[in-house]
Each structure stands twice: as C-alpha cells, then as structure tokens.
C-alpha cells in the first residue's frame, strides 16, 4: 500500500488527523419528572476528532437529544465535534409511570461515556 493510499484510508476512517477521540468526562443528572425529562445541556470537550454518539434506552420512554440546541428523535449514531452541545430528553405520553436507564456511548471508541436513570410518572 502507498503511503497516499493509507492517508485516504486514515482519511475515511477519520484517523489520519491524529485528533484523539476520547471526550472530557460527562455526567448527565438522573430524570424525575411527570411527562417529559431533560438532562442538563453538557458542551463537549477534550477531543479533537469527529466522533459519534450512540445511546441505548431501557424501558418504554422515548429518547430525543438535544443538540447544539436542536431537539431530533434518537434514531441511531451521530457525529459531533468538540464545542457541541448535548443534552438528552425523555418522554412518556402513555399514561402510566415509565422507568429506564439510557448508556450513552461514544460509539467511535465503543466505551460508554455515561449512565443515568430517568423516571416519568405519566
């Protein structure tokens, strides 16, 4: 393989930058609330790399994130960038209580950024 050859493929993986891919620390509070539940909003940092976001919900609540202000219905992995902001929204229009947990991942490295439980008493 030429070296021209390998800093495309480095290019499309999104490795050939150097950037690291490893987000500053985040912790999104726990949710409590009767219909709809928003975590704070958390500016990411420490990475210098695109890299993408995934989550996973637990339970029968409906997952949306919030980013850069902008509030879309999760619907699989999404790049961001450092500077971005993010935050996450969980609904609940059934009627009855719904509990769950949501993982958020960075689904670049496949490590889990954070963890946090949401309860919504319908």
Same mark, same amino acid.
């Given at each position: 393989?030429?070296? *021209?050859?390998? *800093? =495309? ?5 999104? *490795? ?9 620390? +985040? ?30 919900? /637990? ?5 949306? *994130? ?14 961001? +960038? ?19 947990? +949501?993982?958020?991942?960075?689904? /670049? ?9 949401? +309860? =919504?008493?319908?």
């Amino acid at each position: 393989m030429t070296g *021209a050859i390998a *800093a =495309l493929i480095g290019k499309a993986t999104g *490795a050939a930058a150097g950037g690291t891919t490893t987000p500053t620390a +985040v912790n999104w509070r726990d949710l409590y609330a009767a219909v709809l539940g928003a975590t704070q909003i958390i500016t990411l940092s420490g990475f210098t790399a695109t890299i993408s976001i995934a989550a996973a919900i /637990t339970g029968a609540g409906g997952l949306k *994130a919030i980013k850069n202000g902008v509030i879309t219905l999760y619907s699989g992995p999404f790049p961001v +960038v450092a500077g971005d902001t993010l935050g996450w929204l969980v609904s609940n229009y059934s009627g009855s209580a719904q509990s769950g947990v +949501v993982t958020v991942t960075n689904a /670049t490295t496949n490590t889990t950024m954070d963890t946090f439980a949401y +309860v =919504l008493t319908g």
